[in-house]
């Protein structure tokens, strides 16, 4: 059964900083990967997707990077700004299912 | 471009009253269309999601409903609302599942009283 695990569940950074949000996930059957951002009590907003032959995608400040064998993704943010300020969730893409994880609630301190 | 919109963005219900909540895409044809819940600290639940017109899966067996009666309209519905039907509801589609992108719509935020 696919399970898709972000950690930290929170995290405060100051602003500038560089930082990763990680996740991990178990069967590395997968099409694609995505990931999303969340506002509070808005919808998802689509960062980045990642295909499976694919080991990285950038835009902008964002740069994610997927290793199917070890069933990980992580999503590197440059230089935070408090505008960052979000959850971030990702979620694997099978054409059987979409499972997402839980998020982590990342907040950039001014 | 492709558009998802959702409306209402908030509402306020008494139990036993019935829902309706609409979501149309624009700007493309035969979208995989789905219903989340999302309840705080739990994540995001899959309620329905649609392949097709008329063509509805239940993910969770509950007090709601689901209906595609245009391929680019997704309706959810209760007959009798609850108060544990209280919770942020999201509305997403795709173009194909698994290799396309996945959008969302804004959300409506529902309050059973």
């Known amino acids: 059964k696919q399970e898709v695990t972000q950690i930290p569940a929170a995290l405060s950074v100051p602003e500038g900083e560089n930082l990763v949000l990680n996740c991990s996930f178990t069967?590395?059957?997968?099409?694609?990967l995505q990931w999303f951002r969340q506002d509070p009590g808005k919808g998802l907003t689509s960062l980045l997707l990642?295909?499976?032959?694919?080991r990285e995608q950038t835009s902008g400040r964002l740069n994610a990077s997927l290793d199917k064998s070890s069933g990980r993704s992580t999503l590197y943010i440059a230089a935070s700004q408090p505008g960052d300020s979000a959850t971030y969730l990702c979620?694997?893409?099978?054409?059987?299912?979409?499972?997402f994880g839980k998020g982590t609630r990342l907040h950039i301190l001014p | 471009s492709q558009t998802i919109h959702q409306w209402p963005a908030t509402l306020v219900q008494p139990v036993g009253s019935p829902l309706s909540l609409e979501c149309t895409v624009e700007?493309?044809?035969?979208?995989?269309l789905y219903w989340y819940r999302q309840a705080a600290g739990r994540g995001l639940q899959l309620l329905f999601y649609?392949?097709?017109?008329?063509?509805i899966s239940s993910e969770v067996p509950q007090n709601l409903s689901a209906s595609r009666p245009q391929d680019r309209q997704f309706i959810l519905s209760s007959k009798k609302l609850l108060l544990s039907d209280s919770g942020f509801y999201l509305c997403?589609?795709?173009?194909?599942?698994?290799?396309?992108?996945?959008?969302f719509g804004n959300g409506t935020r529902l309050t059973v009283t």
């Open positions: 997403a589609w795709t173009y194909r599942q698994g290799t396309s992108p996945l959008h």
């Open positions: 649609s392949v097709g017109i008329g063509q």
């Open positions: 990642i295909q499976s032959s694919q």
């Open positions: 700007g493309t044809s035969n979208p995989n």
């Open positions: 069967d590395s059957a997968i099409y694609n």
């Open positions: 979620a694997v893409l099978r054409d059987d299912k979409i499972i």
